[in-house]
Nanobody
Framework: QVQLVESGGGSVQAGGSLRLSCVLSGYTFSSFSMGWFRQAPGKEREKVASIYTGGGSTSYDDSVKGRFTISQDNAKNTLYLQMNSLKPEDTAVYYC????????????????WGQGTQVTVSS
């Protein structure tokens, strides 16, 4: 059974940085396309960044381009999201997600989800 466990959330002032981590267990890490989503109070969940199996190409939402970087360490079965120049509007619960079918992740409907980690950015 695939499990995703996030860590690294917290509170930071605007302009600061955080790095989120997500460990995948129960299956071969490199078989999955993976991504980070976030949901702010009263808003729909949105895809923030993705990294796709079979080449490692990445994609980012326009709101985080140039500030966030998604990466992975296959040896550690871990996905990362480095978040720099954080803004108050980045405040949300951040979720790690994975799917062996890349299209599902591209469509925003991955099969597997972590429990989420809170990121709070104060002005």
């Amino acid at each position: 059974q695939v499990q995703l466990v996030e860590s690294g959330g917290g509170s930071v002032q605007a302009g600061g940085s955080l790095r989120l981590s997500c460990v995948l267990s129960g299956y071969t890490f490199s078989s999955f396309s993976m991504g980070w989503f976030r949901q702010a109070p009263g808003k729909e969940r949105e895809k923030v960044a993705s990294i796709y199996t079979g080449g490692g190409s990445t994609s980012y939402d326009d709101s985080v381009k140039g500030r966030f970087t998604i990466s992975q360490d296959n040896a550690k079965n871990t996905l990362y999201l480095q978040m720099n120049s954080l803004k108050p509007e980045d405040t949300a619960v951040y979720y790690c997600a994975a799917d062996p079918v890349t299209l599902n992740l591209r469509m925003g409907r991955p099969r597997y989800w972590g429990q989420g980690t809170q990121v709070t950015v104060s002005s």
